[in-house]
Structures are given as structure tokens and as C-alpha cells.
């Protein structure tokens, strides 16, 4: 018999997703490649599902040999040239109408080209975008896919019987566009992603001056019965409470992030596209200076210990809240400037629907925001979400003056709070900007109460 669904790459979530389609009575078959470093791993993967329809296989004739045709091979492969060579070596067996799909986080400007060259072959490809970690690919993930429509709908029997389930029973999967419109969209999630994490480190870094693991991981599974509810929230509370033997685990762990791309891939592509996303990038930027571990010891300024001012629990968490709707709102943004650019036609609601589950960024405020994108194309035109930050903007410059007070580092909630000031002030202070570009380079300027849209030049050397 041969199997309906190819894998290539065995690695934590290659597995994770085959074991998925095998409880789902899905036949797969396997391979990965065999080095001094990786020995029997696919014969290992079928022994230990020998009463699931698996097969295994470490020769690629043979694996592609034991698909049914077209051929639908999922590769689970670090994304970038192992992706390409991967795809060069599939080629010379693979048939037309045979279909290509990349899990990876591969760029999605990668992902056009691929599937450009592929379809000159009569082959297709699809960058298909995966989140939820291993559990999520385990028990069902969030999928991205973008690609070709066609090819889309033979996979999509597999695709939407392993993603995860939102709250009214619908895959967590849907098409979303053509090219990389899977990748670019799983691309802001990352991003989105980012921010989210650093806003909930730097509650840690707040509250942990004043308070101890177990109430602060007490506080966040309160929240967490709120609307502040979230995957995140949820794990970040465990991880405070987690101990190995006397030592809290957190404590071992060297204050250095690392990061695989896909967050400076977001920033570079909200720039390019002309889109603030100033709340996950100032999260790159953490991340990034954080890694420089050793200048920030020999800089690490040494001040007297001073008493820490009260904290105001309250405001902290309409700070938090405040933060989460803008970076959300900022991802959204992205997406539909690129929907645009790029003739996507993005479905917001949709990809709220998919990211509401089996994923990293799941939250209650997901699933609030799928009603408001069915009505609206941006979370700002919604009236009560507009009265909501209005009304925690205090809040948030008292958290902002408290951290400034004590010297802690708090770069997502100061941008967040730094953009809502300007995208509310109807007159900035960009009119000085651009009188000194007309200064030195004539770059020219519109007129205040102009509506024709003429540009002037002021000789102000005269």
C-alpha cells in the first residue's frame, strides 16, 4: 500500500507532525538522511509506531517510490539552502502534478522564487507555515499555507485534519494566498510572537524586585482567568514556579536570547512596506542586546541599593493589556499592508480564527478580534477598543515613570505607549522633520490646509 503523506526530516517536529497524522489515520511514510550523527532514525520512528500504517526510509527513490501520486512530501528541514538542496535532490524523481510543501520558516521571498522555478517543472509548492511547538504539531498545530489554490485543495484533506480546532470545531488551517503569503503571515506571528514575550519579561522584570516566583506566577494565573488570557501568560506562570531541586530553573539561566531570524525579518518587512511595527522591533532589539552578555557586565553600573517604590499591581496589568492590543494591532497592520502590496487579499478574521489555537500566541484577545476584523479592517476603528486605551493610557505612564524611578528596562511598554501618543496627536512635531529636509536637500513640503496636494520649496537661505 502506498502512503498518502511524505515527511522528509525526523527532527523534534518532523516527528511531532508525523505522529499526528498517524493517530488521524493518515498513512505516512518517512524520510531521513543518514550521517554519523543521525543513525537509524527513520527505522527507529517506524519500530516505535509499528501498529500505525508507517513506513521508512533512508534512500529517496525509495520514499518517493512509496507515495501516492500526485505526491504530497511535507519537508521539515532547517529553512534557508538545506531547503534548496532538499528540493534539488527530490527533483529528478518526482513526477509532474507532484506537490512540495515547506513547513519551515523559510523566508517568504524564498518561498516565491521556489515556487517560480518549481512550476516551470510542472511542480507544485507550498510554504506552509507552522506554529504551536512540538505539542502543537503533536496534538495540532496553527497552519499557514500559501501557494497555489489548486494545489492547496489535494493537500487540504490532510492539512485541516491535523491542525488544531478553534472554539467552533474549524481547522486552525485555511488558504490564505498565493507565493509566500503562508510564510510572510507566519513570519508577523513570529514577530508578534516576539513582542508578546518580551512585554511578559518585563512584568518579570518589574515585579521581581519587589516580589518573590510564587506570587508573581499567582498573580499571572489570576490574569489568566481574565481577558488577558493566553498560551504565553499560561507558560510564563510555570516557568516562575518551576524548581530543580532548592534552585528555581529560571535562576540557572543566562540572561542571553537567542533568536532565528524570522523577528528582524518581520521589522526589515514592516520597514520596506512602510508599516510601524515599533513594539516587536524594540522586542528584536532586547533580544539583540541582551546577547552582548559580556559588555553589558563590564558596563553593568553598580548603584546603591535604594528602596523600591510601590508598585501599583492594577495599573501594571492595564499596562500589559495595553501593550498586547498595540502590538497586535501593529502585526495586523503589517498584514494588511502587505495583503495589498503583494494581492493577497488577506481574510484578518481568518488568520485571527487560525492563530486562536494550537499556537504560540493564542489568546482570549484573538478571540475577541476575529469579531472586530469581520467588521472592521483595523483594531483601532473599533470604538471600544479606542475608549479601552484612552482609559489605560494613565496607567501606563505611571508603570513608565516607575520604571524610569527604578532604573528597569522596559522597551516594549515605552513603545507602545510612544506610539499611541503620536497616532493620537493630530499635529506632530514631523512638519520641523520636513522643513529641514527641504532645507538641505529641497526635498519639498505640502501646505497646511492645502487640499490640491502641490508640494512648495522655501528658499530659506534667502
Avoid at 69 to 85: E, F, S, Y
Avoid at 215 to 225: E, K, R, S, T, V
Wanted: hydrophobic share 40%; aromatic share 8%.
Amino acid at each position: 500500500m502506498k502512503a498518502t503523506f511524505g515527511i522528509i526530516g525526523l527532527g523534534v517536529m518532523g516527528k511531532s507532525i508525523a505522529i499526528n497524522a498517524l493517530n488521524h489515520h493518515i498513512s505516512v511514510a518517512v524520510y531521513n538522511r543518514e550521517t554519523k550523527d543521525e543513525v537509524n532514525i527513520a527505522k527507529d520512528f517506524v519500530a516505535a509506531h509499528a501498529e500505525k500504517n508507517v513506513q521508512g526510509f533512508t534512500v529517496l527513490k525509495d520514499f518517493i517510490n512509496a507515495l501516492e501520486t500526485p505526491r504530497k512530501i511535507l519537508l521539515m528541514v532547517n529553512a534557508g539552502n538545506a531547503v534548496d538542496q532538499v528540493v534539488n535532490n527530490l527533483l529528478p524523481f518526482l513526477s509532474e502534478e507532484d506537490i512540495i510543501l515547506d513547513g519551515g520558516n523559510s523566508h517568504y521571498q524564498d518561498t516565491n522564487r521556489r515556487i517560480t522555478t518549481l512550476r516551470e517543472k510542472n511542480i507544485h509548492f507550498l510554504g506552509v507555515g507552522i506554529s504551536g511547538g512540538e505539542e502543537g504539531a503533536l496534538k495540532g498545530p496553527s497552519l499557514m499555507p500559501g501557494g497555489d489554490w489548486r494545489s492547496y485543495q489535494k493537500v487540504a484533506p490532510i492539512l485541516e485534519t491535523i491542525a488544531a480546532k478553534d472554539n467552533n470545531g474549524k481547522p486552525c488551517c485555511a488558504y490564505l494566498g498565493k507565493n509566500g503569503a503562508g510564510h510572510f503571515v507566519k513570519m508577523v506571528h513570529n514577530g508578534i510572537e516576539y513582542g508578546d514575550m518580551q512585554l511578559l519579561a518585563e512584568l518579570y522584570e518589574i515585579l521581581s524586585k519587589s516580589n518573590n516566583y510564587e506570587d508573581i506566577a499567582a498573580l499571572f494565573n489570576a490574569w489568566n482567568q481574565t481577558e488577558l488570557a493566553s498560551y504565553l501568560l499560561e507558560i510564563t506562570a510555570k516557568i516562575l514556579t518551576t524548581k530543580e531541586g532548592d534552585d528555581y530553573v529560571l535562576d540557572t539561566i543566562l540572561d542571553k536570547a537567542g533568536n532565528k531570524g524570522t523577528g528582524s525579518w518581520s521589522s526589515k518587512a514592516a520597514m520596506e512596506l512602510g508599516v510601524p511595527t515599533t513594539i516587536k522591533t524594540a522586542a528584536v532589539y532586547a533580544r539583540y542586546i541582551s546577547s552582548f552578555h559580556q559588555k553589558r557586565q563590564e558596563l553593568g553600573v553598580k548603584s546603591a541599593k535604594e528602596s523600591i517604590g510601590e508598585l501599583n499591581i492594577e495599573a501594571l496589568k492595564e499596562a500589559y493589556s495595553f501593550a498586547r492590543i498595540l502590538n497586535l494591532h501593529q502585526g495586523f497592520e503589517l498584514l494588511q499592508a502587505a495583503s495589498k502590496e503583494y494581492d493577497w487579499q488577506l481574510n484578518l478574521a481568518e488568520i485571527c480564527s487560525i492563530w486562536s489555537n494550537g499556537c504560540i500566541i493564542k489568546s482570549a484577545l484573538l478571540e475577541k478580534s476575529i469579531e472586530i476584523f469581520q467588521q472592521h479592517t483595523t483594531l483601532l476603528d473599533n470604538s471600544s477598543i479606542i475608549q479601552q486605551l484612552q482609559t489605560q493610557e494613565n496607567d501606563v505612564k505611571k508603570i513608565i515613570k516607575y520604571a524610569l524611578d527604578n532604573r528597569l528596562n522596559i522597551p516594549c511598554i515605552s513603545a507602545a505607549y510612544n506610539y499611541w501618543i503620536m497616532m493620537t496627536t493630530q499635529r506632530t512635531s514631523a512638519n520641523m522633520i520636513q522643513a529641514q529636509r527641504d532645507f538641505f536637500g529641497a526635498h519639498t513640503f505640502q501646505k497646511v490646509n492645502d487640499t490640491t496636494g502641490q508640494t512648495f520649496h522655501y528658499n530659506w537661505k534667502k
